[in-house]
Every structure is written in C-alpha cells, then in structure tokens.
Antibody
Framework: EVQLVQSGAEVKKPGESLRISCKGS????????IGWVRQMPGKGLEWMGI????????RYSPSLQGQVTISADKSINTAYLQWSSLKASDSAIYYC??????????????WGQGTLVTVAS | EIVMTQSPATLSVSPGERATLSCRAS??????LAWYQQQPGQAPRLLIY???TRATGIPGRFSGSGSGTEFTLTISSLQSEDFAVYYC??????????FGQGTKLEIK
C-alpha cells in the first residue's frame, strides 16, 4: 500500500526555523517525484516545488524560490520542506504528494495527510 | 506561468443530478490536466489525469473531457459524498504546475 506520512503539526514564532517531513512507503521512492503543495487557511492549492529523490533534482515555483528549501534523504525514503526564518504568512497546511509517473510531467496520485504549520508571536 | 481559471466558483446541484465543472488554461496544456477532489479537513484525491483517464478506484460517474485550453469535469449523478471542492491542475509547463482556484460543489 502506497503511503506518504507527514510529520505532525507545528507552532512556531516568526523568525524561527522549521523542517517538516514526508516519509514514503509502498513504492520505490527513488523512481517518482515528490511534490509539496501549500494550502493557506480557507484558500486553494498552491504548487510549491518538486524533487526527484534519486538525484535531488529540484524545481521551485518562481514565487517561492528562496523562501523555502526542498530536500530528500533517499536512504530513509523521506522528503523535507524547510524554512530558515518563518513569517506569519507561512501559516498553512502543507501537503506532500507523489507523482503518478516517473516523469515529473504527471499528476499527483497519492498525498500525505498534511502538516499544519502555525506561525504566531 | 500558466493561469488556470475554474468556473463557476460555487455550483449548487441537487443529489442525483448532473454537475458540470469547467477549467480553462491561459495557454494550451495539451492533455496534461488533472482533477482533484478535496473534502473538508482532508487531503486532495486524484480523480482524473490526462484530461480524461479516471484514477484507480474512482467511480464511473466521474468523467473528464477536453484538451488544449478548455476542460470539463462531469459528475453524472451526484451522490452525497461528491459535495466537495474540486481543483484542476495543469502539468504541461513548469515550474509551477499550477492549480485552478477551485469550484465548490454544494447541495441545492
């Protein structure tokens, strides 16, 4: 069974750093792309970026480039999304998702349960 | 960046009736178009990929059509569990692979 299990909810203060995780199982982690999608409170889905864990090829949404860092550790089938200095506007639910094909040009067929990040002073 | 525009923003339909949701791309995305369903408090679920191929386990009442810039998701006979928010996504040009703003399907 394909699963993406994300780390738990986080409450942080502005300026703090954070790394959230997404652990894949039930599929060959290095054969698919793993993407990150943001959903701000009451809003729609926003594509943030995507990584190919086999070689850490990463593409970011231009609007988020430099704001977040995507990485992966293929030895433990885990992808990460991290911030070096959080802002209140980073408060959102973050989903990881797996590409349906081994090529990045594919839909997301499995999703993690989401990680709620709250940034408040 | 490709802009995906969904219409209407909210659609009110009675159970058992047909629902038709639209998605338009600012330029051609070929057939590289997916539809997702999101229930409140849940992660999105893939319904359709390749504009018209149902994902694994998706009931036959869901169908997708279109190519280029105009796409449609049709739900033939609405069940209670179908009332949710629906998103289209293009995965033809990156980055980013943009989503539409969503259509909320509500009970009339």
């Amino acid at each position: 069974e394909v699963q993406l299990v994300q780390s738990g909810a986080e409450v942080k203060k502005p300026g703090e750093s954070l790394r959230i995780s997404c652990k894949g199982s039930g599929f060959t982690f290095t054969t698919y792309w793993i993407g990150w999608v943001r959903q701000m409170p009451g809003k729609g889905l926003e594509w943030m970026g995507i990584i190919y864990p086999a070689d850490s090829d990463i593409r970011y949404s231009p609007s988020l480039q430099g704001q977040v860092t995507i990485s992966a550790d293929k030895s433990i089938n885990t992808a990460y999304l991290q911030w070096s200095s959080l802002k209140a506007s980073d408060s959102a639910i973050y989903y990881c998702a797996k590409s349906s094909g081994s090529w990045h040009q594919s839909a997301f067929d499995y999703w993690g349960q989401g990680t709620l990040v709250t940034v408040a002073s | 960046e490709i802009v995906m525009t969904q219409s209407p923003a909210t659609l009110s339909v009675s159970p058992g009736e047909r629902a038709t949701l639209s998605c338009r791309a600012s330029q051609s995305v070929s057939s590289n178009l997916a539809w997702y369903q999101q229930q409140p408090g849940q992660a999105p679920r893939l319904l359709i990929y390749g504009a018209s191929t149902r994902a694994t386990g998706i009931p036959g009442r869901f169908s997708g059509s279109g190519s280029g810039t105009e796409f449609t998701l049709t739900i033939s006979s609405l069940q209670s569990e179908d009332f949710a928010v629906y998103y289209c996504q293009q995965y033809n040009y990156w980055p980013p692979y943009t989503f539409g703003q969503g259509t909320k399907l509500e009970i009339k």
